[in-house]
């Protein structure tokens, strides 16, 4: 089964455009069709950014940990005035990205760039967010949350977004046993918001 996180060649004809709207903002999306939530923001994504607006004052700098199209920090800079690095471990996700940063004239605040997970992470963060991947497995999502903690700054938070279905108990268990606190923050859908902080 080909994932939605592998590369394929595309041709000028795989790409289109998208506009949706999120926290008040419209924005615009270059898209593809191997990219995740292809023609829409995702329904896990928007409850994410409608929690961290209700539940969160951002500051400084924070990282999207597998950005797809941008949307979550493309949202975050408008809602926050925030900076944002933002990863993916597929090439066109990471270039879509920044085309999308410019699109939505972000582009002083934010930059993208490829990585397999944190391996060409450098920098701390003042936050780190994400709608990880899990069609991936657990073994990918734990070290997800193994490298966002060893990314935090102190007393910074990882805020994440994960389906009840998909895994929400086993994910708030291995985030208490990693930061030794977890709680879930909002609860959308069947979509659970969760934060955890960094000691
Ligand atoms: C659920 S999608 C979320 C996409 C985007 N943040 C959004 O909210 O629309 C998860 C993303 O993680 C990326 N991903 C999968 N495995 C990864 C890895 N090992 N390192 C970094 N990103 C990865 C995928 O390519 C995909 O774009």
């Known amino acids: ?42 329904d896990g994504t928007r409850a994410l950014l409608n929690a961290i607006d209700k539940h969160f004052v951002l500051s400084g700098t924070g990282l999207d940990v597998g950005c797809g199209l941008g949307v979550i920090g493309i949202a ?39 990585s397999n997970g944190f391996a060409n992470v450098k920098d701390y963060y003042d936050f780190i967010v994400s709608n990880p991947p ?20 102190p007393n910074a938070p990882l805020i994440v977004v994960i389906r009840k279905d998909h895994g929400m108990q086993s994910l708030k268990n291995y985030l208490t046993s990693l930061f030794n606190n977890c709680e879930i923050v909002a609860r959308d859908k069947g979509y659970y918001i969760l934060k955890a902080i960094k000691n």
Do not use: W
Request: aromatic content about 10%.
């Open 76 to 114: 975050l800079i408008k809602r926050f005035n925030v900076n944002m690095h933002m990863l993916d471990v597929n090439n066109t996700a990471v270039s879509l990205t920044q085309q999308n940063i410019v699109k939505n004239n972000v582009k002083p605040q934010a930059s993208a760039f490829l």
């Open 134 to 153: 899990i069609k991936t497995g657990k073994k990918l999502l734990f070290s997800l949350m193994d490298g966002a903690m060893q990314h935090l700054k």
């Open 1 to 42: 089964m080909q994932h939605y996180f592998i590369d394929k060649p595309h041709k000028e004809t795989d790409f289109f455009e998208f506009k949706d709207s999120v926290l008040g903002y419209e924005l615009c999306f270059r898209s593809c069709d191997s990219i995740f939530s292809k023609t829409k923001i995702d």
